[in-house]
Each structure stands twice: as structure tokens, then as C-alpha cells.
């Protein structure tokens, strides 16, 4: 019996912390324990080109996340384990999508506002376009399931959106909907601001 397809990633951006771990890490243990699904989870490395890294301290970091993930448990034996930049089937999809996506819907999305306020000086047109890449991550691979917290469910519904607006365009039923599968911890608040993310 074909098992669902679940997709998820992390940037790059630094080691892991307890709001990673709480948040993502320990439910794709999870997930991954109970033989349930066929579990993808990449390394979002072009998602942390929006930041404001160098190539070199990037390139560093997409090993130790990788070193991080699998010592935490994640099992590239019973995962599909990968990084986002070494497939680049995610942005020629990406690119279509930009194509079919009105800007009035991913003008919504609120990560945009959020990260242009965090790096002012390097607001960039990928922050803009990030949900529409990750919808490309998630279709690509088949995604039914995206286990996110609450700040997340937005891209969740942007990604089923696209799916539809690509699927009618285009006269198929290739891209099935997605759906996000909520984590008990949605959201972790950072420690020295409350009313913040934790990152």
C-alpha cells in the first residue's frame, strides 16, 4: 500500500536550537518512526539564499545542518534526505508556478513583510517569491502532507492553491492538494523576545 507523502525542510542558517528541535526535528523523528509515511526532508540552502550569508559560511553550514539533522535522528536509510540546490528540477518548476501565480495572492503572504523588517537592507525579490519555490519543493516530490506550526499554514494554502491554478491551466490533475500536518508545538516563542519567533 503506497504510504503518504510527507515534505519538509530547514534552512541553513545557523546550528540547530530548541525551537528547531521542538518545532520540526522531533516530529520528523517521529514520523519517520512510526512507518506511517515516506518521509522527504531536504536542506533548504536556496531558501537561505534570501539571507544575508556568504557563500562560504552557507556551504559550511549545509554540512553541519546535515550533520545536525542525522545526529538528532533523522535517518537517511528510511528518509529520503536531501538539498535543495543539488535538484534543480525545484526551481525550474519554481519558475513555472511564478508564471501561474497571481501577485495579488503572494502579496498576502506575511513571511515577505516579516523578513523585509528583519533585513531591511537586503529585501530582495526572492523573499518575495520564497512560497512560491517552496510550493515547488513540496509539489515536486508528490507532497500530501506538511507538517508545520501555525505561522506556516499559509504557504500550506498557497501551495494547494498552485497546484489548482497549474492543474487548470494546463488541463491535468498532476499535482494533487496538500495539506498541513499541524506539530504539538506550533510555534516556539524566542527567550528574549517573548512575542517572537524563536531563531
Not at 504510504?3 to 530547514?10: L, Y
Amino acid at each position: 500500500m503506497k504510504k503518504p507523502i510527507i515534505v519538509s525542510g530547514i534552512q541553513p542558517t545557523g546550528n540547530l536550537h530548541l525551537g528547531n528541535y521542538l518545532g520540526a526535528v522531533k516530529n520528523w523523528v517521529e514520523l519517520q518512526k512510526s512507518e506511517q509515511y515516506d518521509l522527504h526532508i531536504f536542506i533548504a540552502d536556496l531558501h537561505s539564499l534570501t539571507g544575508d550569508r556568504t557563500a562560504d559560511e552557507r556551504r559550511e553550514q549545509v554540512f553541519v545542518t546535515a550533520s545536525e539533522l542525522i545526529a538528532a535522528g533523522v535517518d537517511p536509510s528510511q528518509t529520503t534526505f536531501w538539498v535543495q540546490s543539488h535538484v534543480p528540477e525545484c526551481t525550474e518548476l519554481a519558475w513555472i508556478f511564478n508564471t501561474i501565480s497571481p501577485m495579488s495572492e503572494v502579496e498576502r503572504m506575511t513571511q515577505y513583510k516579516d523578513k523585509s523588517k528583519s533585513q531591511a537592507k537586503n529585501v530582495n525579490v526572492g523573499l518575495f517569491t520564497y512560497p512560491v519555490l517552496q510550493a515547488a519543493d513540496i509539489l515536486l516530490f508528490g507532497g500530501e502532507l506538511v507538517p508545520v506550526g501555525q505561522d506556516q499554514i499559509q504557504h500550506i494554502e498557497l501551495t494547494r492553491d498552485t497546484s489548482k491554478w497549474f492543474n487548470k491551466k494546463y488541463k491535468t490533475d498532476y499535482f494533487s492538494s496538500v495539506k498541513p500536518l499541524l506539530t504539538e508545538i506550533p510555534k516556539v516563542k524566542s527567550l528574549l523576545e517573548p512575542d517572537k519567533k524563536m531563531s
